[in-house]
């Protein structure tokens, strides 16, 4: 079956950066887009940006251009989501999401809290 | 950029009524990119429908969508217990992707 499990809890400091990763199984890896997507405390989901596993493309959300980073590890069949210079606007739930290719998501890891925290 | 404005913001209904949610987007969405997701407590969202009208795999007939361009519904037929949860619509056909605000809804 269709598994995406993602990494634990992550308590960070203003300034600071996150890397969040999510392995996947039960499909072909490279058949699939990633998408992450983010909600914050009792807010709608958010989505951040696309990465292509076969090919390491990415679409980036214009809003964290700059700030983050989607990279994938084929021998793995792992997606990572890096974020810098973290703001307590950041502290979410993190989610990835594998996107059939149309656009949305027809499975959703089981989320990453991200705290931002002084 | 789209944005999505789901109505209303929560629905009070009783178990076996028919719900009916709505998600209108500022401007067209293209080739009815449009999906649906039901969220519980702590859970990740759930795709109920996609591509306005269809189903995802193994989601109760009870759960319909329709619409195009701007006006989007998502209809449960008669409302289960298991159905009270929060309800977003999101546009997939531009980057970026954006998510309504929800619509909860809670048993009356």
């Known amino acids: 079956q269709v598994q995406l499990v993602q990494s634990g809890t992550e308590v960070k400091e203003p300034g600071a950066s996150v890397k969040i990763s999510c392995k996947t199984s039960?499909?072909?890896?490279?058949?699939?887009?990633l998408d992450w997507v983010r909600q914050a405390p009792g807010q709608g989901p958010e989505w951040m940006g696309i990465i292509n596993p076969r090919s390491a493309s990415t679409v980036y959300a214009q809003k964290f251009q700059g700030r983050v980073t989607m990279t994938r590890d084929t021998s793995t069949s792992t997606v990572y989501m890096y974020l810098t210079s973290l703001r307590s606007e950041d502290t979410a739930v993190y989610f990835c999401v594998r996107d059939p290719g149309n656009g949305y998501g027809d499975y959703w890891g089981q989320g990453t809290l991200v705290t931002v925290s002084s | 950029e789209v944005v999505l404005t789901q109505s209303p913001g929560t629905l009070s209904l009783s178990p076996g009524e028919r719900a009916t949610l709505s998600c209108r987007a500022s401007?067209?969405?293209?080739?009815?990119?449009l999906a649906w997701y039901q969220q519980k407590p702590g859970q990740a969202p759930r795709l109920l429908i996609y591509g306005a009208s269809s189903r995802a795999t193994g989601i109760p007939d009870r759960f319909s969508g329709s619409g195009s361009g701007t006006d989007f519904t998502l209809t449960i037929s008669r409302l289960e217990p298991e159905d009270f949860a929060v309800y977003y619509c999101?546009?997939?056909?531009?980057?970026?992707?954006?998510f309504g605000q929800g619509t909860k809804v809670e048993i009356k």
């Open positions: 039960g499909y072909t890896f490279t058949s699939y887009f």
């Open positions: 999101q546009q997939y056909g531009n980057s970026p992707r954006p």
């Open positions: 401007q067209s969405v293209t080739s009815s990119s």
